[in-house]
């Protein structure tokens, strides 16, 4: 046997080996999270505890964590270095190039790299330690134990490093997160999703689309914002207060544009004098602002830390277009939030054949484009009611029609300053 087939056959066997590694530290990895989150019958436990060093692997998360990491890593850098050789005498002992390219000879490397072990070394492994997580831990632990002993040197040196850089930087090494707990369990939690129920996937799927919101999605506009004005008596703002139902309203001058802070309507009712002597600057409480553009998942945050549960929506130029509330953003991870007072009428009704809707005014734009699906590109309003105004020009009258967005649209109850509803019919494709 020539040496070119000796050097081909030794950096095949080389590759060869470090995907079968990887794939039990992958196999290792996975079903000791399974072991770890979900509790193992008795008769696993059992055979658990006669292999050795399994129960300190599960005990050392931590650190198991990232022996695991480290490792993985190790056996992927050598499977990309290893196959360009492999590639390269690949093309001399077949003559399928007289001397290739470099880049040739490093796109057919990281292809096959990529391609292989995707499947062979995180795949495949990854399901047969989901199918039976013991049998898969008692056939891949050694090694996870052998990178164990072997990486020992390196990692603590890396601990160290890490030390020192964290302290740099301000950062206590305590904090960092463990990598079993954290994306090991989340990518486990992924791949056996059948595990959670419909409202668990429901809320996670609208936490994921709720970094793409923005403030100015769930704005209720100035026109429906009902306000405490200090230009009004003290009776007449009550009576608006009753009426409204609200626990919390914006302190105002005459209106939005001129917001001293927010009345919550529980100081209204812990005052000890008459009601006539009712001093609502004494009562206010500060009011946060939040330009339209913000970050949804900001604004909640921001408003978590600071314990506000309503704040101002400015545009570009200061101005007050509107408000939102801490239950306006949880309305977008947990669905409607409803109580006893609150109307039940749906914002989106399905007429018909299902290309019918009634749609209220007040119906966010998202909230719109994901039933009907379709995609509606103005960035200017929130609500549908504002949509049909802006389209418009002008407040609509009932029985008013209009056709945009491949959207056909018939108004049908108008309140004098907004649209109340709207009766709308998907557009023929």
Known sequence: MSDAWISFLISFAAVGLMLVLHAFLVMCEISLVKFRYRKPSEEQLDELKHLPGVARLIDNSDQTGRVVRFSKTLCTVAVGLLLMPLVTDFFSLFDLAAAPDRWIVVLVSFTLAVSVHFFFAEIFPRGLAM??????????????????????????????LKKFLYRRIGVDVDDELNPLDVDVQIRAMGEDSSHLSGVIRKIVNRTLQMQELVV?????????VVVCDLDLDIKENL?????????R??????????????????????????????????LKRNVAVFPLETPLEEA?????????????????????????????ILEELVGEIQDEFDSEDEQIVVLGDGRRFRISGLAPIHDIEQELEIEIDNEEVSTFGGLITGELGHIPEPGERLNCYGLSIIVDDVDGRRVIAATVELAQS
């Open 131 to 160: 199918r039976d997580p013991s049998k898969a831990i008692r056939r891949s632990y050694r090694i996870l134990l052998t990178f164990q002993f072997l990486t020992f040197p390196i990692m603590l040196f890396f601990r160290m």
């Open 216 to 224: 100015q999605d769930i704005l209720l506009p100035r026109s429906q």
């Open 239 to 247: 009576e608006a207060m009753k009426s409204a139902g609200h626990t």
């Open 249 to 282: 309203y914006p302190l105002c001058r005459g209106d939005l544009d001129d917001c001293l802070g927010l009345i919550h309507i529980k100081d209204i009712f812990r005052w000890r004098e008459p009601v006539s002597e009712i001093d609502l600057m004494k």
């Open 300 to 328: 909640l945050e921001r408003m978590l830390r600071a314990k506000f549960h309503m704040a101002l929506a400015v545009d570009e130029f200061g101005g007050n277009v509107g408000v939102i509330t801490l239950e306006s």
